[in-house]
């Protein structure tokens, strides 16, 4: 094992596919010269050349219409957009285009392409170049949705994506690329639609994606210290959704808290909220607590901006609250159950 920033670690799995299959390629906006914004592409242009490494001009509709293009056509491209904000200027083309593609061609057509991006707030970069816009992605048939938190995953889930015959939107958050963790020497992947966990526990099921794992698991271990145990559940991919593991952490635990950062409203963790409620109603002990962010547009400044999106204290709220607590003093975004 070697210790790799989360960075480096996409930056291995971008060397290792391209190394290994010709038509890995990468395009997006300053990914060459200046070997991207947070770095992940450095150092790949003098290795790969012109030709594979392409970096283009602003126009999100321009070029990831080009890797729907070159999909179709047999190539794997991976299209970077800098902020997953930006991918809303091509919205015709992952959703109508890539998305659709495989069931409207009678299965005979696929689109191997990867669109990677990076989401979330922590930077004070307002309300058009923080937002978690996962959920959008999650409800569109035909597209995977990869969340990594940690170095391991994200180099393993990358490659695992390139491999895959259907569009990824490869989501990385923003304060995790310069994150440091063990990621194995020798070559690996980890197949889409299973989740992990992070940590066992016998009181509580937590299920969290991307950097919201880090505040989870800083919530278990001071939960601990109060002597509530909780399982933190990376989902690592949302789609697909690793739901066996999830309801077999329920069924066991009898309880349920969901960590997002993105808005309560329509997030991912209302319809996981959903699937345990269907299928395993009879093993909760507890109404099931959503901890999400406030519906609103993320502020510029930095302490507003923190108090928007969930923070550690308000994962152990909702913990608490689940096992019993009062929520008379609960916080914003933790009195979630309704």
Known sequence: MARMKYRDALRAALQEEMAADERVFCVGEGIGERGGSYKVTDGLLAEFGRGRVI?????????????????IAGQRPVVEILF????LQAMDQVVNQAAKYRFMSGGEGRVPLVIRTQGGAGNSLAG???????ALYYHIPGLKVVMPSTPRDAKGLLKASIRDEDPVVFIEHKL???????????PYEIPLGRAEIKRAGHDVTLVTWSHMVLKSLEAADKLAEEGIDVEVIDLRTLVPMDVPCILESVRRTGRLVVAQEAIKRGGVGSDVAAIVAEQAFDSLRAPIIRVAGMNTVIPFNLALEKSAVPQVADIITGVRAVMGGSVDDQSR???AAG
């Open 55 to 71: 970096d283009t001009p602003l126009s999100e509709a321009g070029f990831v219409g080009l890797g729907v293009g070159a999909a």
């Open 84 to 87: 997953i904000d930006f991918l």
């Open 128 to 134: 058009q170049h923080s937002q978690s816009l996962e």
């Open 176 to 186: 995790l690329y310069m994150t440091e963790g063990e990621v194995p020497d020798e």
């Open 333 to 335: 975004t933790a009195v």
